[in-house]
């Protein structure tokens, strides 16, 4: 075995080393310093305290409020004056409301805190609008972040995030649940879509770039047009053992250090203000009770010093679900001691009572209850909430613009992946007939996904009137003359998600007779976190019944998946010509796919993650060499070959590249030194386009077995026909660097292998 040589690593993975803590020290502003000396344990306690919006309106319980929307003053008084409330979250009514209803909200629940407390201090008032604003109407929405992911774009990414922020500030709100950090590395989990995909260096990228985006560059958070972001979900919530929501996940140290807190411990860097917890457990311990993630390793390792706040009501889950507390009041007091600063409660005011009591009880310290009272405050002190606790509508004259408009467009056209285009059949002539057909071809619902509107993205046609669907999109761009729609089959109404029923099947056969080429929109309804959690990665028996009804007509069927994770499609796949991923595009989706159907635009999406090809072979392009163990010919035939429908960084596109010249500027990389990458590519088609110049590096032999390959650089460029351009990448020793099996990040002495597409080039890393 070579010998090992463990870095002084860069601040960027200090937080992995496993030496001696790092204590954070919340920064000390005066202006707060000034309120918290003069703030009692009750007033503390309440800025500690977040409900949701429903509960202080007018008809209020936990999930329902008269309309029109009304706050009920007696209620809002109980929560802000009695109970010195700090912050308030969510929409009331499960929907979304106007930019005048929300001025009409926080102004109120503004007005209330500042003149009627004894400090006035201001709520902070915090929503999850996490591909666009969420939550209010008419706002832009971008892609989900999984198709943000397919762009590979690390511009139109923060882009977005900057038009979220400004058209979130418009509606008066200063704090946003997002980004979503969690890694997507299980297609059964229902909130992959809510990711930036399986790898840990892709999801970092685009984690600092969204977060720069919410923020500003320079984290200027007091500015009318950016906010305080919130990556969550902190630690390793995306891969559950069961792929089902909330449920328990097993994860190595090596293997949450390694992957997991990478891209919290990046935006960290860049500056992010707040961090949303796990609502489940790792290795049976809630995170939410988790003093070592919480404060060990979040705080004092990663040196986070603003506010960590709760999920929804997993303060009361640590008792009532995960059972490790006895009481209610037990598990605030393992959450506050763990590092939690602020409760999502998020329906009730118990938490209050019981914190005031632990803290009279000597159970929790009031130097832990300062601390976190701290972070709260800073974080309104930097929004600039005294000073201006309520933005106007008025100053967002760029509020669903058609300057933000284009950007949207812009993002889904950059997301959408081609995976397989045979014989060319892609793009389609314009004077073509074409059969529209499958549950997602008609619906708004399915292209924009859940946290639309509303929480499930359901009952959302309030809102989306004017906006196209694929078929609006097909019939727009070619003419309805050259247009037939049979749905075939249709997502049953009043049912969960993934319920679809027969629509006449034979009617959509039938109508194949009369058009060259069927457009074939397949995938998943709208869903949302727990609602969302499956039993069966396999695509619907109703769809798939369709699909090879439809290919038996011998039409060249154009397969469109609409979805938020990848359905399992192996055995009607064979039967497409083409397949085109559109994952959640929003509501400029449809459009975006038929200038990508019909020609008028170049394809360059790439694939976020590996497309599995069966339900039992789920694994990442980053996994271990024994995953793909070729047959022994002649004595065993066993299937354990790396089986997928479509790998990671895949897309295809309407030209074609041809990578050249893979040069190194050295063989041998030395501690402190680094190497340049270079490599041409050139456009060889007859068209312009883009593509993704993906960077991966190999470790040949470690200490522990090494990922077959890992991406460390990725750049995106425009090429003209015939044009060529030199693309550059530095790699440095902590680029290569592992977690071994004492937890600590290494660099180990030896071969390495640099792949740019299927170019490869060896090198040396020496002492």
Same mark, same amino acid.
């Given at each position: ?242 792929? @089902? ?188 007939? %074409? ?28 809102? %989306? ?37 027969? %629509? ?50 011998? @039409? ?20 497409? @010509? ?20 019909f020609g008028d635009y170049n394809p360059n999406g790439k694939a976020p993650f590996t497309y599995p090809l069966y339900v039992n072979s789920l694994v990442t392009y980053d996994h271990k060499p024994s995953e793909k163990q070729d047959r022994m010919a002649g004595m065993y035939d066993y299937e354990s070959d790396f089986a997928v429908q479509y790998p990671f960084g895949y897309g295809l596109s309407y030209t074609s590249f041809e990578y050249s010249n893979l040069v190194l500027n050295s063989e041998e990389l030395t501690k402190g030194g680094e190497i340049t990458v270079t490599v041409d590519v050139k456009n060889t088609g007859s068209r312009q386009g883009k593509e993704v110049v993906q960077l991966y590096t190999s470790d040949l032999y470690a200490s522990i077995t090494p990922d077959v390959r890992r991406l460390r650089g990725f750049d995106k460029i425009s090429l003209d026909p015939g044009q060529t351009k030199s693309v550059s990448f530095t790699l440095k020793p902590e680029d290569l660097a592992f977690v071994n099996k004492n937890i600590e990040w290494v660099t180990e002495p030896g071969e390495f292998m640099v792949q740019v597409e299927k170019l490869t080039a060896n090198f040396n890393y020496t002492e």
């Open positions: 075995m070579k010998k090992l040589l463990i870095f002084l690593i860069p601040v960027m993975l200090l937080w992995a080393c496993n030496t001696a803590e790092k204590k954070s020290s919340v920064e000390r502003i005066p202006e707060v310093e000034k309120i918290l000396a003069q703030m009692t344990l009750e007033e503390k306690v309440g800025q500690m305290a977040q409900v949701t919006l429903d509960v202080i309106t007018v008809g209020a319980n936990q999930y329902h409020t008269q309309e029109p929307l009304t706050l009920d003053m007696d209620l809002v008084r109980k929560a802000l004056v009695d109970y010195k409330l700090g912050s308030i979250l969510n929409t009331a009514g499960g929907k979304a409301r106007t930019l005048e209803e929300w001025h009409y909200i926080v102004s109120t629940l503004q007005e209330v805190a500042m003149n009627e407390t004894r400090l006035g201090i201001p709520i902070i008032y915090g929503v999850d609008a996490i591909h666009g604003t969420t939550y209010t109407a008419g706002a832009t929405f971008f892609p989900q972040q999984i198709g943000q992911a397919a762009t590979w774009n690390r511009e139109l990414v923060r882009r977005g995030g900057e038009i979220t922020a400004y058209e979130t500030r418009a509606s008066a709100i200063p704090w946003n649940f997002s980004p979503v950090l969690d890694m997507g590395r299980d297609p059964r989990f229902p909130r992959m879509w809510e990711t930036f995909g399986e790898d840990v260096y892709l999801a970092s990228q685009l984690g600092i770039e969204i977060v720069k985006g919410y923020e500003g560059p320079n984290n200027e958070i007091g500015s009318p047009y950016y906010l305080a972001s919130c990556p969550k979900h902190f630690l390793g919530y995306g891969t559950p053992y069961s792929g @089902k929501d909330r449920t328990p996940a097993l994860i190595p140290d090596i293997e949450l250090h390694e992957r997991h807190v990478p891209a919290f411990a990046e935006v960290i860097k860049a500056g992010a203000h707040t961090i949303m917890v796990n609502s489940g457990q790792v290795n049976g311990v809630p995170v939410h009770a988790s003093y070592r993630l919480l404060t060990e390793l979040l705080k004092e390792e990663l040196g986070f010093e603003g506010l960590v706040v709760t999920d929804w009501q997993d303060i009361d889950n640590i008792h009532t679900r995960d059972r490790v507390a006895s009481s209610q009041k037990e598990a605030v007091k393992m959450a506050i001691n763990a590092g939690v600063d602020m409760a999502m409660i998020p329906y009730n005011f118990d938490f209050c009572d019981h914190l005031v009591e632990l803290v009279n009880e000597g159970e929790v310290s009031m130097s832990r209850i300062d601390d976190a009272v701290r972070r709260i405050l800073n974080v309104k002190h930097k929004l600039n909430l005294w000073e201006t606790p309520v933005t106007h509508y008025s100053d967002y004259p760029k509020f669903g613009s058609e300057e933000f408009i284009n950007d949207a467009y812009q993002t889904a056209l950059e997301s959408i992946t081609l995976l397989k285009n045979d014989d060319n059949v892609l793009p389609l002539r314009k004077n073509a007939r %074409v059969l529209v057909s499958g549950p997602n071809a008609n619906s708004m619902r399915t292209l924009n996904g859940g946290w639309s509107y509303t929480w499930q993205g359901s009952n959302i046609d309030e809102f %989306v009137e004017g906006y196209s669907t694929i078929l609006d999109a097909v019939e727009a761009k070619i003419g309805k003359n050259n247009v037939v729609y049979r749905e075939g089959v249709r997502y049953t109404p009043d049912a969960p998600y993934w319920a679809d029923e027969e %629509v006449d099947i034979n009617a959509a056969v039938r109508a194949a007779a009369g058009v060259d080429y069927i457009i074939l929109a397949l995938g998943e309804n709208s869903y949302c976190e727990k609602p969302g959690d499956l039993h069966d990665l396999s695509l619907s028996e109703n769809q798939v019944k369709l699909a090879n009804a439809l290919a038996k007509t011998g @039409k060249p069927i154009i397969l469109i998946m609409n979805q938020g994770r990848p359905r399992i499609i192996r055995t009607i796949e064979p039967h497409a @010509k083409a397949v085109v991923n559109a994952y959640l595009p929003g509501n400029y989706g449809g459009l975006a796919l038929a200038e990508v159907l």
